[in-house]
């Protein structure tokens, strides 16, 4: 009887020292924006990725092709940052063709490789590899790419959209990467 009693005690006394230690959950309103949109698959949030990524990288093109990612798939800071870049890059293009070089195409190939969605916001950690074609005044196009691997973050923002794309932040700063890449 005794033993009954001490394991009824110690099983009570644990479950509320164990209590404290659970998280806390705190309902999302039902007019929220995390509440209306279903979590996303790791497919959709990389094909935002990937046209995000060609869309900036086509900047670097002598004649830049039309943007593929939609205001809808992006924030308002993200399009803005993206605004401010442009010129940046034009400039930086203009340096590179005064020169007598220029870029002719690329390829871009996106490999997710984590991501992670809390609340009303998700973290995607992928690896991005660009090839590009270079042409010069004195030799033209020429067929061996140059190119680049660089590990970098997406977050995405849950709104009534769906999820928008925030912003894309390179883990590795520098280090010569080419002018499509805005820090």
């Known amino acids: 009887m005794t033993y009954r009693r001490s394991v009824a005690a110690i099983a009570v006394l644990l479950g509320f020292a164990l209590s404290g230690c659970q998280p806390v959950t705190v309902p999302l309103p039902v007019g929220s924006p995390a509440a209306a949109v279903p979590s996303p698959s790791s497919s959709e949030l990389a094909a935002i990725i ?31 940052k993206r605004a401010r870049d442009l010129p940046v890059v034009a400039r930086s293009k203009a340096r590179f063709k005064s020169r007598g070089f220029w870029y002719t195409d690329f390829s871009t190939t996106i490999t997710v490789e984590s991501f992670e969605v809390t609340g009303s916001e998700a973290r995607v950690h992928f690896e991005e590899l660009t090839e590009e074609h270079q ?9 061996v790419p140059s190119g680049y691997s660089l590990p970098q973050t997406a977050t995405f923002r849950a709104s009534a959209d769906g999820w928008q794309l925030d912003s894309i932040t390179p883990l590795v700063h520098g280090g010569g990467l080419p002018m499509s890449v805005v820090e």
């Not at 990937?50 to 308002?76: F, H, I, K, M, Y």
């Not at 042409?135 to 067929?143: L, V, Y």
Request: charged share 20%; glycine share 8%; no cysteine.
């Open 50 to 80: 990937q046209a995000a990524v060609e869309d900036r990288n086509g900047t670097a093109l002598d004649v830049p092709p039309a943007p593929q990612l939609g205001d809808a798939q992006s924030t308002a800071a993200y399009r803005a």
């Open 135 to 143: 042409a010069s005044a004195a030799n033209g196009p020429s067929d």
